[in-house]
């Protein structure tokens, strides 16, 4: 559940008196929300807040990983990449390609502590057209290179036959609907909320927006079992189980590789497997996703 601080408690929580907090937010961009006359200021976003923010930050050691075939992947859940890494690992046997599952934000932090090679990430700008630029470089620091993955297709995943009659994020301020939700550190769950404040819905008054699950397949599997009604997922999900998808959007998925890495054996053998026919006949068998950009270096840009 996400915690949320008064304005008095976040001025004691980052040392400044109260009318500072609102020269933070409005200058300096403190993450807060307005709600019925009253700014509150998620915890988790305030500490993101302070360590983008700091300054003279310690380098990481060089090359900390281990210089074998070892291939270690963080970040965001995606059903299209586990089969990808099976498909590597039965193709390299040479290589063991891993996958640590811990959002897209958790990925970008454990490529800046050199805890992996590449992390996948789907991380929205404020212009809502650009993927994770800003975001590596406030949580990375030295942008990394960018390869596209893929793009795919998000959405809120439904039951079959859609019996709420959802069309739209604004059609979950119903009293009857119950929701499931991604973890805080998601691109999904980052869309998700973002699509809720244009909608003009507290996020808190949703039943079930606290029930939060680590995979796209976890929130199918929830709506399914009838314990939810609606969730945020992607389209591939709903294939997968036979539920009802309304689209809410394309988004474009990419694998983040330190530049002290992307040279390494593992990794561009990995990458390699995006323009392989072999990958492409795989991932044209899944719905939702257009894999017509995966292999593109996005950054530096050719």
């Not at 997922?233 to 998925?253: K, N, P, Q």
């Amino acid at each position: 559940m996400v915690t949320l601080l008064t304005t008095k408690q976040v001025a004691a929580y980052i040392g400044v008196n109260e009318k500072m907090v609102y020269s933070l937010v409005a200058e300096k961009g403190l993450p807060a929300s307005k709600i019925t006359g009253k700014w509150l200021f998620p915890r988790h976003l305030v500490d993101q807040w302070i360590e983008a923010s700091t300054i003279n930050y310690p380098d990481s050691p060089a090359k900390r990983l281990p210089e074998t075939g070892l291939l270690i992947i963080v970040g965001s859940n995606d059903p299209l990449l586990d089969q990808t890494i099976s498909w590597f690992n039965r193709q390299f046997p040479d290589h063991i390609a891993v996958f640590g599952n811990t959002g897209s934000m958790g990925g970008l932090r454990a490529l800046r502590r050199e805890c992996c090679h590449m992390a996948g990430s789907h991380l929205m700008e404020e212009n809502g057209s650009e993927y994770n630029f800003s975001h590596a470089g406030r949580e990375v620091g030295q942008m990394p290179a960018v390869v596209n993955f893929c793009r795919r297709e998000q959405g809120l995943l439904v039951a079959k036959g859609n019996p709420g009659q959802l069309r739209s994020v604004a059609d979950l301020h119903q009293a009857e609907i119950r929701v499931v939700n991604r973890g805080p550190e998601t691109g999904t769950r980052l869309l998700f909320d973002r699509m809720l404040e244009q909608a003009g819905i507290d996020p808190q008054s949703l039943a079930g927006y606290e029930n939060e699950v680590s995979r796209h397949i976890d929130v199918g599997i929830e709506i399914l079992a009838g314990r939810a009604d609606a969730g945020p997922g992607i389209r591939a999900v709903a294939g997968m189980l036979g539920l009802d998808f309304i689209s809410l959007r394309w988004e474009r998925y990419d694998m983040l590789i330190s530049k002290d890495h992307f040279f390494d054996r593992p990794v561009q053998d990995f990458l390699a497997v995006f323009h392989d026919p072999g990958f492409q006949r795989m991932a044209a068998g899944w719905q939702g996703y257009d894999i017509s950009l995966s292999g593109k270096m996005i950054f530096p840009g050719q």
